[in-house]
């Protein structure tokens, strides 16, 4: 049996297709809503049994950081908590607030300029699904423009559907061995590399109890330093296992399918580079300085599990460096699902700044300070 993207597009449907939309009620132009600050816009809240198939939204409002300040929540099958709870531009693939283009088969920020959000994960339900989305941020959202698509069923009869799940996580790393050591294994800059026979310092993607299998993780690195981001391997402990675990990576750039410290766009269905440093703006490049969105997605191989899964990466190797990381990981589980890391508040969701040329060169004045001074080049190691 065929399990590629189009396997199930000949199969007829007894359901019905539904959508709820911002159309004008009254044949108007005016397809939207408006969100004040510190509301909460239900924009679905349906009965009964379906699939949400499609969800598109656009947004506008003078607030720059509206990507991060609004947030957006699915429940199903009358769970209390939410199983779907993240600020809306992490989840649909755009982080640190901004508008960019991203492509990928589940999520995409289509053209004009990442304006457009788009998911097709599809989202099944039994006994109701309800999606609200919360703004958070000190402006109006004066236009919000939105489809939610989904089959309706008068029961759902495939066995064993999970519930979408999606978690918002972000954290400043730091160190965990010494010193920030970490580029290439070979090159080990400043000492030998430490070992790391554990996941307790990692990063963590999401920790899952109930049955059921990750899907894939979007993953936004802000490095404040030139060295490489990566080497961090990926550690998914299934089931309460021990470390190392039966699905163990070797490597940042590894895990999201590319190779060699990468530093371009790569947008496949499935993985890729979305946004890369200085290629989205004018400021100088060095190194790997700045803000890079990686991501990858398990369509043809989700990470299954029957009790629990502890999912996440390690912050260089070892957990070596300082990055400040945010993620939305994707999977499906049944419920009762446990609920989700609190959110963090708006100040917190703030982005560090971008390292500027003015930090590099007072690095590089006190650099020459603790050597003595002089005309020094910057290459003496004495």
Known sequence: MSHGPLSGIARISGSKSRRLSSYDRS???????????????????????????????????PDQMIRRNLVIRMFWDGQEHASVESPIGDFFGQGWGLKYNFASMPLAAAPKNGNALVCYFPMPFSKGARIEIENQGPEAVRSFYFYVDFEEYTM???????????????ELTTPESYPENDVE????????????????????????????????????????GPIWYGEGDD??????????????????????????????????????????????????????????HCYRFHLEDPIRFKKSLRASIEHGHAN???????????????????????????????????????????????????????????????
């Open 156 to 170: 759902i009869s495939e066995e064993n559907l999970g519930r979408f799940h999606a978690s918002y996580r972000q």
């Open 27 to 61: 044949g108007g132009n005016a397809d939207f809503i408006d969100i004040a600050p510190g509301e909460t816009a239900t924009i679905a809240d349906i009965s009964g049994a379906g699939i949400i198939t499609h969800l598109w939204m656009t947004i506008a409002s």
């Open 185 to 224: 294994a070979e090159w080990e800059i400043l000492a030998p590399y430490a070992k790391n026979p554990s996941d307790e310092n990692n990063y963590v993607w999401c920790e899952c109890e109930g049955e059921g299998h990750f899907v894939g993780v979007n993953m936004y690195i802000g490095n404040p």
């Open 320 to 382: 070596s460096l300082c990055l400040e990381i945010a993620s939305v990981a994707y999977w499906y589980q049944t419920l009762p699902s446990k609920p989700l890391p609190p959110l963090p508040s708006p100040a917190d969701r703030l982005p560090r700044p971008e390292t500027r040329v003015q930090e590099i060169h007072r690095w590089r004045d006190e650099w020459r300070k603790s050597k003595g001074g002089g005309p020094l080049w910057g290459n003496e190691k004495a």
């Open 235 to 292: 550690m998914f402990l299934v089931d309460g296992e021990p470390w190392p675990g039966s699905v163990h990576g070797t490597g940042t750039e590894d895990y999201f399918n590319m190779s060699w410290c990468p530093d371009e766009h790569y947008q496949h269905p499935y993985f890729g580079a979305a946004r890369v440093p200085g290629v989205e703006n004018d400021s100088p490049r060095f190194g790997w300085i700045g803000r890079t």
